[in-house]
């Protein structure tokens, strides 16, 4: 599939097939309206570009799990404008919203990908995980379809702050499925085949703060990470 072909996204799956959990166009608004929703997604971006830099610095092509509306492909595309980009997602809605010059929009589970083995050089999955049914399943699908020493991105927040945003009311209790701290991660993607390259909290407040990563640097010096907010995995395919 070439970058810019698809006008709509593609249907691999009829919609009844299609598990719940998915988000809606409310996600999208609050993703361009609320101050908190932009940087997290600005910050998953970044977090996901410095991965690739620096573990799969010459790859060719980058399959992005949950990329909903397609807000955090060109934060990608500042590090890495000519990366071949697909992005999948299970809603209609969001898709439609993306820009297909910037990403090939693709309307797929991500425990059941439509992809021969040894596709791609990079598969990202910002802010997923805890909303999968099936994680494990999802990472051996990630491992299926990387070609060797390819890298698979996760992040996803920290279980403490989790637990607090659905307690104050910034988080429905109904939204993610799973929570993970960095431990268990690295659990899961060791048991579907990775070596871990990368285990790490990040983002120090939820709508940024000045110097925020040279705090964060100190807040890991002290061994106070654990009052970071998010988390990034990478995985490297044996």
């Known amino acids: 599939m070439e970058i810019g072909r698809l006008v709509e996204p593609r249907i691999v799956r009829p919609m009844s097939e299609f598990r719940d959990g998915v988000l809606g166009l ?11 929703f932009k940087y997290r997604l600005w910050r998953r971006g970044k977090e996901v570009a410095r991965a690739i830099q620096t573990y799969q610095p010459h790859a060719r092509d980058l399959l992005d799990i949950g990329v909903a509306d397609g807000l955090m492909i060109p934060v990608l595309r500042e590090y890495r404008p000519y990366l071949k980009i697909i992005g999948l997602d299970l809603s209609w809605d969001l898709l439609c919203l993306g820009d297909p010059t910037q990403f090939t929009p693709l309307l797929a589970d991500a425990v059941d990908m439509p992809f021969a083995a040894e596709s791609f050089d990079v598969v990202s999955a910002a802010a997923v995980i805890e909303h999968i049914t099936q994680p494990l399943r999802m990472l051996h699908n990630i491992q299926r379809i990387l070609r060797p020493a390819g890298i698979c991105i996760l992040t996803t927040p920290n ?12 988080l429905p209790e109904d939204q993610h499925r ?17 070596e871990i390259v990368e285990a790490e909290p990040f983002m120090i407040a939820p709508a940024g703060l000045p110097h925020e990563e040279k ?16 988390q990034i995995v990478v995985g490297r395919r044996i």
């Open 178 to 194: 799973h929570t993970f701290d960095l431990l268990l991660l690295r659990r899961l993607m060791t048991q579907a085949g990775f």
């Open 215 to 230: 705090i964060e640097v100190l807040f890991k010096r002290l061994g106070l990470g654990r009052l970071l907010l998010n």
């Open 159 to 170: 279980p403490l702050f989790e637990w607090i945003a659905a307690r104050v009311g910034r």
């Open 26 to 36: 409310d996600y999208h608004e609050g993703r361009q309206q609320r101050r908190s």
